[in-house]
């Protein structure tokens, strides 16, 4: 919805201007595509041509920008991933659309992923703490690999993802506890291992 907004008093006088939630959106994405994810509100609302306080009224503080840059996100990965599966009927190609229209999607939109999940590079706090967790992962997931006479190649990535899975899956037990967490082990450990060894693997 449009509406009128007045700069704040002090300010250059630039009359009436007409804010646009939307478009205030379009110019945060605009500025971290060009500038990257560690650009600040202040900058956001310059890019827009509005003050700080139009930005708060009308999307609120950085939590709410995040919000609305991931929804949009969301809905281009959505719509990404949708076209990618379409007409695929091998179920493991379909998955590999998936996977690889997701991760093309977000090779484009690079800065902004990196600006919603907060993991902007000279921060490095998430993505440090996926580090010491996922180097130990991935000494054992060569282990495996190669016990079965498989390329270790994998291992880093699977490793990454394996963490990524745990984080987010955690955040939403954390959230909704409609389990215990030796069932969710048990569904998870179920989902890895038929990854790791295929269909019908012997869990020993």
């Known amino acids: 919805m449009v509406v009128a907004a007045r700069r ?7 009359g009436e201007v007409s804010v646009d939630r939307l478009e205030l959106l379009a110019s945060a994405e605009r500025l971290i595509r060009r500038e990257g994810p560690r650009v ?12 700080k ?6 999307i609120g503080g950085k939590d709410a920008v995040v919000q609305g840059l991931a929804r ?18 091998d179920p493991a190609e379909a998955i590999r659309a998936f996977v690889d229209g997701y991760l093309e999607q977000l ?17 490095g706090d998430v993505l440090a703490l996926a580090d010491r967790s996922a180097t130990g992962l ?20 699977w490793a990454y993802g394996i963490i990524g899975m745990l984080h987010f899956v955690s955040l939403w037990w954390l959230r909704d506890a409609d389990r215990t967490h030796a069932e969710l082990a048990e569904q998870l450990t179920e989902l890895l291992w ?11």
Do not use: C, F, M
């Open 40 to 51: 600040s509100l202040e900058a956001i609302a310059a890019e827009a041509g509005v003050t």
């Open 8 to 14: 704040r008093p002090g300010r250059p006088r630039a």
């Open 107 to 123: 090779e484009t939109d690079r800065n902004l992923y990196l600006y919603v999940t907060g993991a902007s590079p000279g921060s």
């Open 194 to 204: 038929t990854g790791l060894r295929g269909e019908g693997g012997d869990r020993t």
């Open 72 to 89: 949009r996100l969301n809905d281009r990965q959505g719509e990404v991933s949708r076209r990618a599966v379409a007409g695929v009927e």
């Open 138 to 157: 991935a000494r054992l997931l060569v282990e495996i690999r190669g016990h079965d006479g498989n390329a270790p190649a994998s291992a880093i990535a």
């Open 53 to 58: 306080p139009i930005v708060y009224h009308h």
